[in-house]
């Protein structure tokens, strides 16, 4: 098993900026992929930055040049810095985890959720 435990969400400013950060632990041999998704009322769950283990990123074009994604293997953390917010960008945001777990069983992993609210 393994838990992931998200943090950063808020209130912000539009214009302002917020860091989540997402940690996993348990039972994890190795982390391919690692990702943000944001979900609105209504709305299917978005991606909306990722990253591979090589450390390649992947943006949705509605956050290229303001969101900043990156990951610490050696903490098994990823991070999403996300500058210039706009009131679109107002969400719950996901974390989300592929985990090769010690038993070898490959998994992907969500986490609980973090509010983000920009106001305008």
């Known amino acids: 098993q393994v838990q992931l435990v998200e943090s950063g969400g808020g209130l912000v400013q539009a214009g302002g900026s917020l860091r989540l950060s997402c940690a996993a632990s348990g039972s994890i041999r190795s982390i391919n992929h690692m990702g943000w998704y944001r979900q609105t009322p209504g709305k299917g769950r978005e991606l909306v930055a990722s990253?591979?283990?090589?450390?390649?990123?992947n943006y949705a074009d509605s956050v290229k040049g303001r969101f900043t994604i990156s990951r610490n293997n050696a903490k098994n953390t990823v991070d999403l810095q996300m500058n210039s917010l706009k009131p679109e960008d107002t969400a719950v945001y996901y974390c989300n985890v592929n985990v090769l777990e010690r038993t070898s069983v490959n998994f992907n992993y969500w986490g609980q959720g973090t509010q983000v609210t920009v106001s305008s």
């Open positions: 990253v591979t283990s090589g450390g390649s990123t």
